[in-house]
Structure formats: structure tokens, C-alpha cells
């Protein structure tokens, strides 16, 4: 499904400034898999991502997705079968246009269906009606509203919605939970969940939640330096508690006041 | 002591010049670009439709001037997109290249006279009487307003508004910022050239220096559109530009009534501009601020 081979990044190269995000890391992913990432702060978690989706071509290495050699595909090419969120509520949405003409944006990832010069269908609203109506959160009864007037949370599960609104092929997540207060995020992260499930949807999260890292999906990875240092799955992942994983942190040196603080 | 003819011009210019709003609320409201091609593209409007004018080509002139400000808005959004050139700095060279470009068009002369050409309004004026000019640039506005917003509901319009209001969230929906850019400064422009294209053949001269300042009249018609409609929809909106472009004309007149010599209107217009975009941020700066999302521009 993903497959990441052997991808380098290094930022400035040749500069005082130089740092070498990824090194060498590959990541095989199967259809269908939830995997949670774990990592100290600066571990390149979330230059994986943007690996992944564009932001940057890599040095070295390749990524495949579902056969396809996407290593050299732009970014915007690349969102049409890969959905992301990010921690800022604010990064997801169009502030100045309403939530109906958010989701017809992103709805725009099925294109091939729709010319460039149709207009919003009485049928798409109704669609949009009833997808946001699942959200549980009454926005469906708001949908001639604009955007920047909804709270982080309620932004962040209209971008949720946006980003699964056309099933894509890999879902990435980075931290979207963290900028929200806990009972907004505990509900963002039930629908996360029932969303992903009931798509099948491969997906990607960093986290730096210990306990819902082992909680959710079927793998988790732990990140340090660019590399992935520690793969979790089957078996020896569900006898995991979140201590013996704390502890796992400390042999690794992952040491992270963050980490810890949130296993509590 | 305002004469009905007086009123007359002001409404007629009004309705000319709102297609420079209509252009730059397209461009610096919706795309977020001040798009500083305006004034060379205004320029070439007017010097491709009085060049086809005299060629005998009134009305063909329109679209030709029309696809001719496409082609420079094509350029900036080329110089912005493909090399990375800052939007303010890539308007400007293209205007800069513009002035031989307009000159060219011209012949090689600084101005074109049209006295005893056949234009759009001395075609229209045996049906039309008195109204032969204010109809004709009514009409052309009125449609370009409606055509505009009926392009902004649809999903590439949308596409252009989103680019403006978060290029982020635009890549992540897949699609290409840089043909939204594009789009959206080639029907900028085209409007721009539309409106120099129907200035000249309204006035019957085309002078090389026609477009010197537009952007800023055209920032100064929008804002006190905006001033006059403050909320409501896209449609509200261009309205209020409209509006804006036609009262801009009417204070313009008052002055020239009241004998302020035409050379301090560009100073004024300057100044409106000013106040009017850097009023939001003193007021801010007033008090402490409490509404985040909106305040991004
Ligand atoms: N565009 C960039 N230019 C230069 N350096 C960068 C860039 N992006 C990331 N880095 C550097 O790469 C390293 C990895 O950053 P990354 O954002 O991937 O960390 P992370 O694992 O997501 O951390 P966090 O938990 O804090 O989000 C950091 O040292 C960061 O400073
Ligand atoms: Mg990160």
C-alpha cells in the first residue's frame, strides 16, 4: 500500500545550519493499517509527513503508494489520494468561506466527476447535510456560516470531515488533537476513529499520547533522529502497557517531559 | 450647482472605471495580490481599442483588448508562479514592459485620436438618444458584474477565493495554486483592459499615460464600496464596487467644481486609499484583540 524505501532528507545542506531530518528510513504499510507514531520533539515526525505528501522532494530513496511511484509527484497531485490535518485548527479551512463551500472544496478531490465551472447541487448539499450531520457537533445547521466564526474543535472536525470526505488512500494526521482542550479532543479523536473504521482507511498519526498511541490502530513506531527506532505490532503490542513502553522510551534515550506528562 | 450633465459623466464614468474595481476586487480581495500590472494593463486596453477603432474594428476591439489584458495578467502570474518572483515585484516589471509594449501598439505615439472614428458609442447613439453613452457602459458593467459573480460560486471560482484566503488548505484539496493564481489575474486583467478599452473609445483619444495611477483610483472606488456595503455576499460585494467606482466620480466632480485644480485628485485618491487600508490596523491597535481567524490580511 505505502511503501517508503530507504528516504533521506537533510535541511540546509552545507550550511552552518545543516540538519539531517531523515536518515534512511523505510516504512511498509498495508492496506487497511492504523499506525500511531511516537517521538521526541525534533525526531522528524513531521517531516515524514511532509515527505509523504510533497511539501519537499526527498534526497534519496522512493515512495510508493499503491504501486505508484509518487517520489517525484507534486504536492497538490499527491492530496487527491491523501488526505492530512495538522495540530493548527487554522491550517485546515478557508476562514473567509462557509462550511458548505469548504466541504465543496474538498470535494473537488473527486474531480474527474464535476467540471470546473459546475456549481454547488442541491444533491451535494444534501450530502454534505448528512455527512456533517454524523459529526454529532449541529453543523449541519449551519452551513451558510463561514468558517472563522467556529470554535478549534469544531474546525478541526469540518477538517476532518474535509479530509475524509473523499475516501483518500492514506489518511495523516499530525497532532491533530493537541491544540484542543481534552474533552474536544477525546470527541475529535472517537470520530477519527469511527471515521477511519468505517472507511478502512490506512492512516498515519503522530501523537504524543502514550496511552492512546497504544490504544488506537493495530501498529505503533517510535521515531528518534530521523529514524524509526522501535516498530510495535501483533501481539508484543497488545501485552504493552503504557509503562513498559515509557520504559522502551528511556532505553532508547527518547527522554521527553511531553511524553511522559501526557501518559499520566 | 450640479448640472444634469455633470451627473451624467459621473454616472458614465463610473459605471467605466467600476471594471477596474470589479478587476481589483478580484485580485486584491479575493486573491490577496496587490496586482500593480493595473495601470500598464488599463494603458493597453485603451491602446488596442482605439488602434482597432481607427482600423475600423470598434466592437471587435473590445474582446481584443480584452484578451490582450489576459496576456499581461499571464505574464505576472508566470513571473509570480514559475519564478518565484514577489507579486508586487512581478506587476511592476510587467508594467514597466508594458509602456513599450503600449507605445507599440500605438504606433509609436504617445496618443491616438479617434475624432472621426467610428466608435461603440457612435454606433449605438441613433437608437440609444441621450443615453448612448451612459447605456452602453451600464450594460457592459452590469454583465461583467453578474458574470463575475456567478464565476466566484463556481468550483474553480471557489478554487480562486480559497487560494486567497488559505493556500494551504488549497494544495491539501488538490488543487494547483499556481493556475488558481493564474486564472484569477488573467480575468483581473482582462477586466482592467475592458475598462481602458471602452475609456478610450469613450473620450476618442487614447494617451499613453491614461493608466498612471488606476490601481490606486481602483483600490479608492473599492474601499469606499466597501464602506457603503460593509457585509453581506460575494454579489453585495461587487455592488458595493460598483457603487464605489460611480461615487469615487461624483466626488471627483464636486472637486473639479469646486475648482481644486486636477492635479491635487491623485493626492486625494492616494490618501483615501491609505486611510482606508490602514484604518482596520490603528483602530486595532486601539484595543486588545479578541477575534482571531478574520484578521489574517
Ligand atoms: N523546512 C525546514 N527547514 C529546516 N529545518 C527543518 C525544516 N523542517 C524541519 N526541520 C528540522 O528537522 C527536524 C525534525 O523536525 P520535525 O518537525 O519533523 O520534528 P517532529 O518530530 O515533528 O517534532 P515535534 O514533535 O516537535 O512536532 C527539526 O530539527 C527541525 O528543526
Ligand atoms: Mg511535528
Known amino acids: 500500500m505505502l511503501k517508503i524505501t530507504n528516504i533521506s532528507k537533510t535541511f540546509n545542506p552545507g550550511t552552518v545550519n545543516e540538519k539531517a531530518a531523515l536518515t534512511n528510513l523505510s516504512l511498509h504499510l498495508e492496506k487497511g493499517d492504523f499506525v500511531t507514531i511516537l517521538g521526541s520533539n525534533g525526531a522528524g515526525k513531521s517531516t515524514l509527513f511532509n515527505a509523504i505528501a510533497g511539501s519537499f522532494t526527498v534526497d534519496s530513496g522512493t515512495i510508493r503508494l499503491d504501486g505508484q511511484n509518487i517520489t517525484n509527484m507534486p504536492d497538490y497531485k499527491r492530496s487527491k489520494v491523501i488526505g492530512r490535518m495538522f495540530q493548527d485548527p487554522l491550517k485546515g479551512t478557508a476562514p473567509n468561506m462557509t462550511i458548505e463551500e469548504n466541504l465543496a472544496l474538498a470535494y473537488m478531490r473527486a474531480s474527474s466527476r464535476h467540471s470546473p465551472f459546475s456549481i454547488i447541487t442541491k444533491s451535494d448539499r444534501a450530502d454534505f447535510r448528512e455527512r456533517l450531520a454524523q459529526l454529532g457537533l449541529g453543523l449541519e445547521d449551519r452551513m451558510?456560516?463561514?468558517?472563522?466564526?467556529?470554535?478549534?474543535?469544531?474546525?478541526q472536525a469540518l477538517t476532518l470531515l474535509m479530509a475524509t470526505l473523499v475516501t483518500p488512500k492514506l489518511l495523516l494526521l499530525d497532532e491533530h488533537t493537541a491544540a484542543l482542550d481534552p474533552a474536544t479532543a477525546e470527541k475529535v479523536l472517537e470520530l477519527t476513529k469511527k471515521i477511519v473504521a468505517e472507511n478502512n482507511i490506512t492512516c498515519l498519526m503522530i501523537t504524543h499520547n502514550v496511552s492512546s498511541a497504544l490504544q488506537l490502530g493495530n501498529r505503533t513506531i517510535m521515531m528518534k533522529d530521523g529514524r524509526i527506532v522501535l516498530e510495535l505490532d501483533g501481539e508484543t503490542r497488545q501485552n504493552m502497557t503504557t509503562d513498559d513502553l515509557l520504559h522502551a522510551f528511556h532505553n532508547q534515550g527518547v527522554d521527553n517531559d511531553r511524553i511522559l506528562f501526557s501518559a499520566e | 450647482m450640479i448640472s444634469?450633465?455633470?451627473?451624467?459623466?459621473?454616472?458614465?464614468?463610473?459605471?467605466?472605471?467600476?471594471?477596474?474595481?470589479?478587476?481589483?476586487?478580484?485580485?486584491?480581495?479575493?486573491?490577496?495580490?496587490?496586482?500593480?500590472?493595473?495601470?500598464?494593463?488599463?494603458?493597453?486596453?485603451?491602446?488596442?481599442?482605439?488602434?482597432?477603432?481607427?482600423?475600423?474594428?470598434?466592437?471587435?476591439?473590445?474582446?481584443?483588448?480584452?484578451?490582450?489584458?489576459?496576456?499581461?495578467?499571464?505574464?505576472?502570474?508566470?513571473?509570480?508562479?514559475?519564478?518565484?518572483?514577489?507579486?508586487?515585484?512581478?506587476?511592476?516589471?510587467?508594467?514597466?514592459?508594458?509602456?513599450?509594449?503600449?507605445?507599440?501598439?500605438?504606433?509609436?505615439?504617445?496618443?491616438?485620436?479617434?475624432?472621426?472614428?467610428?466608435?461603440?458609442?457612435?454606433?449605438?447613439?441613433?437608437?440609444?438618444?441621450?443615453?448612448y453613452k451612459l447605456i452602453p457602459s451600464l450594460v457592459i458593467t452590469v454583465i461583467c458584474g453578474v458574470l463575475l459573480v456567478l464565476f466566484l460560486k463556481t468550483r474553480l471560482g471557489l478554487s480562486i477565493r480559497a487560494t486567497g484566503d488559505n493556500p494551504d488548505m488549497v494544495r491539501a484539496s488538490s488543487i494547483n495554486t499556481a493556475f488558481t493564481v493564474t486564472v484569477g489575474l488573467c480575468l483581473s486583467n482582462a477586466l482592467t483592459a475592458l475598462s481602458g478599452a471602452v475609456l478610450a473609445q469613450y473620450q476618442k483619444t487614447?494617451?499613453?499615460?491614461?493608466?498612471?495611477?488606476?490601481?490606486?483610483?481602483?483600490?479608492?472606488?473599492?474601499?469606499?464600496?466597501?464602506?457603503?456595503?460593509?457585509?453581506?455576499?460575494?454579489?453585495?460585494?461587487?455592488?458595493?464596487?460598483?457603487?464605489?467606482?460611480?461615487?469615487?466620480?461624483?466626488?471627483?466632480?464636486?472637486?473639479?467644481?469646486?475648482?481644486?485644480?486636477?492635479?491635487?485628485?491623485?493626492?486625494?485618491?492616494?490618501?483615501i486609499v491609505a486611510l482606508a487600508i490602514g484604518l482596520p490596523a490603528i483602530q486595532g491597535s486601539f484595543k486588545p484583540a479578541t477575534k482571531g481567524g478574520n484578521d489574517g490580511c
Open chain 2, 4 to 131: 444634469t450633465a455633470v451627473i451624467m459623466s459621473a454616472l458614465e464614468l463610473g459605471f467605466v472605471y467600476a471594471l477596474v474595481a470589479l478587476a481589483l476586487f478580484l485580485s486584491f480581495r479575493i486573491l490577496n495580490i496587490a496586482d500593480m500590472t493595473t495601470d500598464g494593463t488599463f494603458t493597453l486596453g485603451c491602446a488596442v481599442s482605439a488602434t482597432m477603432a481607427v482600423a475600423g474594428h470598434p466592437l471587435l476591439a473590445l474582446p481584443a483588448a480584452m484578451l490582450a489584458g489576459a496576456a499581461a495578467g499571464a505574464v505576472t502570474a508566470a513571473l509570480q508562479t514559475k519564478f518565484r518572483i514577489p507579486s508586487i515585484l512581478a506587476g511592476i516589471i510587467t508594467n514597466t514592459g508594458l509602456y513599450t509594449v503600449n507605445l507599440a501598439v500605438m504606433g509609436f505615439s504617445s496618443n491616438v485620436n479617434m475624432m472621426k472614428t467610428d466608435t461603440l458609442f457612435t454606433l449605438v447613439k441613433p437608437y440609444l438618444g441621450v443615453g
Open chain 1, 144 to 155: 451558510s456560516n463561514p468558517v472563522g466564526l467556529l470554535s478549534g474543535g469544531q474546525r
Open chain 2, 206 to 271: 487614447a494617451d499613453i499615460n491614461l493608466g498612471t495611477g488606476m490601481v490606486i483610483i481602483g483600490l479608492a472606488s473599492l474601499i469606499i464600496g466597501e464602506t457603503l456595503l460593509p457585509r453581506g455576499k460575494t454579489g453585495l460585494k461587487v455592488l458595493g464596487a460598483i457603487l464605489g467606482s460611480i461615487l469615487y466620480r461624483f466626488i471627483i466632480a464636486i472637486a473639479l467644481r469646486l475648482d481644486l485644480p486636477s492635479e491635487c485628485l491623485k493626492l486625494i485618491s492616494a490618501v
